[in-house]
């Protein structure tokens, strides 16, 4: 059976499988979110924490940072309140991040999780690294699953799950046999480097098709490393056409626990596939928003 695209959705799906426009889920979804949050800025907005890097900026002054499209994600399609975490022991701890936030966008970032973290020596092929996030993230992603309490992974946030959990990482899978070439392109306006590159195909009626209300969709793809052994917790709901994971989920989670290896914040207010995971995201902290009200 073959594959169409509507040019309206931008999302390719199988012919007389699973068409977006006649997805309940994601109808209903978008449907509950506009009618709860008719102004958003007037709400009480629940609190996402975006996971921060640190960068030298001009070789001499120390930040930490997050791309200006995560913090557009978060508040124009998850409908809730951005904030820049300065992901480093010396300033915040777990516990106060857990207790503050409502969720967590883990991001992507140049910096790698050192390898120590999964068992292995670091090398040449590993990168840089920011062991003060890795201090952060992953007792952090270890606690929202505990917990319940709902993250989103993104690129290195997608890897960062699953080292989390117990799984480990290939520093550069366009080097195992089969394998295309991941990385972001290194030329180009920003329009060219995030733009849809391959497609990602999702487990027929798994938690990703039934959001995406497709089980193809196109992504843009930014990344060198990979993850080579998943951990068993994670289930791998998302392939590349190169078998590369790109979607995933714990299993039996109690709170939401969606992380991909594509960048969803590009264009996340008008592209097809990022508009309803943020959604989703947002959705997913409100009701731990209200839940924690309705306990305090």
Same mark, same amino acid.
């Given at each position: #059976? ?25 109808r209903?979804?978008l ?5 709860e ?21 001009? +070789? ?8 200006? #499209? ?6 124009d399609?998850?409908?809730? #309140? ?11 701890? $777990?516990?106060?991040?857990? +207790? ?11 910096p ?21 996030? +890795? ?7 270890? !606690? ?18 699953? $080292?989390?959990?117990?799984g ?6 366009r080097e ?10 290194? +030329? ?17 009626g =798994? ?9 193809? $969709? #196109?992504?843009?793809?930014?990344? =060198?490393?990979?993850?080579l052994?998943?951990?068993?917790s ?24 969606? !992380? ?18 943020? !959604?989703?995201?947002?959705?997913a ?6 839940a924690?009200?309705?306990s305090?």
């Amino acid at each position: #059976m073959g594959s169409t695209k509507r040019a309206d959705q931008g999302i390719l799906f199988k012919v007389g499988q699973f068409d977006p426009f006649a997805d309940k889920f994601t109808r209903l979804l978008l449907t509950h979110i506009s009618a709860e949050i008719q102004n958003p800025m007037t709400q009480h907005r629940p609190i996402i924490g975006i996971i921060g890097n640190h960068y030298v900026i001009g +070789d001499r002054y120390p930040a930490h940072t997050a791309g200006t #499209m995560n913090a557009h994600a978060v508040a124009d399609v998850a409908c809730a #309140m951005p904030l820049i975490i300065p992901t480093d022991p010396r300033f915040v701890s $777990v516990a106060e991040l857990l +207790d503050t936030c409502d969720g967590f966008l883990l991001t992507g970032g140049r910096p790698n999780v050192h390898p120590s973290e999964y068992g292995e020596e670091e090398t040449p092929a590993h990168g840089t690294f920011d062991r003060a996030r +890795d201090a952060i993230t992953l007792p952090l992603v270890r !606690a929202c699953v505990a917990r319940g309490q709902p993250f989103l992974g993104i690129c290195r946030g997608f890897q960062e799950v699953n $080292v989390a959990l117990g799984g480990s990482l290939h520093p550069e899978i366009r080097e195992i046999a089969g394998r295309m070439n991941h990385r972001m392109p290194p +030329d180009g306006q920003l329009e060219e480097q995030f733009a849809l590159r391959h497609t990602v195909r999702f487990s027929q009626g =798994g938690v990703f098709h039934r959001l995406m209300g497709a089980e193809v $969709v #196109m992504t843009n793809t930014l990344h =060198g490393q990979g993850i080579l052994r998943p951990a068993d917790s994670l289930v791998i709901d998302g392939h590349a056409s190169d078998g590369t994971p790109e979607a995933t989920y714990v299993k039996d989670a109690a709170g939401f626990t969606l !992380a991909v290896q594509w960048h969803p914040e590009w264009n996340a207010q008008n592209d097809p596939v990022s508009r309803p995971l943020f !959604a989703a995201f947002g959705q997913a902290a409100r009701e731990w928003q209200r839940a924690r009200r309705l306990s305090a």
